[in-house]
C-alpha cells in the first residue's frame, strides 16, 4: 500500500494553488494524507478529488471552514498498523511528545506537520513521520506500508 503524506501547503499564502504536480502524484497512490495547515477548504476538497482515499486533519493555521470540516487528532488503521495523524502546535521542541499525549492508545506511528522539517524518528516506542512543508519547498513523503513495515522516502516536487 502507497501513501503520500502531505502538510503545509499554506495555499493561498504560500502558493496560489497546489501544482499538477502534486495532484498527479496524489491519483497514484492508494492513500493521501493530508496533515494540515492548508489555510482554505478549497485546498482540501481539491486533494479530495483528486484521491482515492484522503485522511485528513486540520493545522493550526487553516481557516475556520477547515476546522469545522476536520478533526484535530484522527486515528486510522492501515496495512495492520494504527495510525496517528495530527498537525502539531507550538515551538518545534518536545512537538513529539505533546502530540503523543493526545491518543489514548499509543499508535505504531504518528503522521505529523507543523515544524516544516522533515522527520522520521522514534519516541517511546513510536515512530514519527512529518513529510515537511508542500507549500514552502514542495516536500513531501511517499510511505509504503508491507506487512506492517513502513518504508519511507522524502521527495521534493517543483512547487510552481
Known sequence: MKLLLVSD?????????????????????DIVVGLGDYVDLNTVLELKSASRNLYAVHGNMDEVDVKDTLPQVLTV???GLNVGLCHGWG???????RILKLFEEKPHVIFYG???FPDDSQLEGTRFINPGS?????????VEICDSQLKVNFKKLPIV
Open 114 to 116: 507543523h515544524t516544516h
Open 9 to 29: 501547503t499554506h495555499v493561498p499564502v504560500y502558493l496560489k494553488c497546489l501544482p499538477a504536480g502534486l495532484i498527479e502524484l496524489a491519483k497514484q497512490v
Open 91 to 97: 515551538p518545534p521542541q518536545q512537538i513529539r511528545e
Open 134 to 142: 508542500f507549500g514552502e519547498n514542495g516536500s513531501v513523503a511517499i
Open 77 to 79: 488503521h492501515i496495512g
